[in-house]
């Protein structure tokens, strides 16, 4: 009866130490593995920026002040600018991303991260400071929606240019072009919170 005793104390030790080994593993791999560099992909070759200037105040440029700031709003097929006049009447996902614009535009790189789920942020190199972006001609397209555990996974294309861009929050911008974003959304009745964003690689 002891002997065997024995030999299961012994077995069980020897799971216990190979399922701490196996924690240990997962765990230095975890920290060592590369985080999404949300913005910046590789790839986008040699660009030319402005100068960083924090100090800027954006609305006082009279070239950027006569640019379209407005978000298109493209959901379900139909769509519309959404305004300061009129997007508390938007639903919750025009709600996020008019705040999400208007939060980089003005340079609050603070406030940036709220935008964004734990879990994403866990995993994604966000910028942890950037000016006041000239963005214009934005568009958010909704391309898909699905029920999700309380509410749903939207899926959007976003599409802006940045006038001036001086690569603090868009690195793989030339000035005045292109790259569409790909959000992944996850909305509920009172909250829209960003929980994926893919850009295309540039060849």
Do not use: H, W
């Amino acid at each position: 009866m002891k002997k065997r005793k024995k030999i299961i104390i012994t077995v069980l030790s020897v799971i216990l130490a190979l399922v701490l080994l196996f924690l240990g593993i997962v765990g230095i791999s975890n920290l060592f593995s590369p985080k999404i560099n949300t913005l910046s992909p590789s790839g986008g070759g040699d660009i030319s920026f402005c100068p960083a200037d924090y100090e800027e105040d954006i609305f006082a440029d009279k070239i950027y002040a006569k640019k379209q700031k407005d978000v298109f709003f493209s959901y379900d097929g139909e769509g519309e600018f959404i305004t300061a006049q009129n997007y508390l009447s938007a639903n919750v996902s025009g709600k996020m991303f008019y705040n999400y614009f208007d939060c980089v535009i003005k340079g609050e790189y603070s406030v940036y991260p709220a935008f964004f789920s734990d879990e994403f942020k866990e995993d994604a190199i966000l910028p942890e400071k950037f000016t006041m972006q000239k963005l214009y001609d934005i568009s958010v397209t909704l391309e898909s929606r699905q029920p999700y555990e309380q509410g749903y996974v939207e899926l959007y294309s976003v599409r802006y240019r940045i006038m001036d861009n001086n690569g603090t929050f868009r690195s793989d911008l030339k000035d005045d072009t292109v790259i569409p974003v790909y959000y992944t959304v996850y909305v509920t009745q009172d909250s829209a919170l960003i929980t994926g964003m893919s850009v295309p690689q540039i060849k």
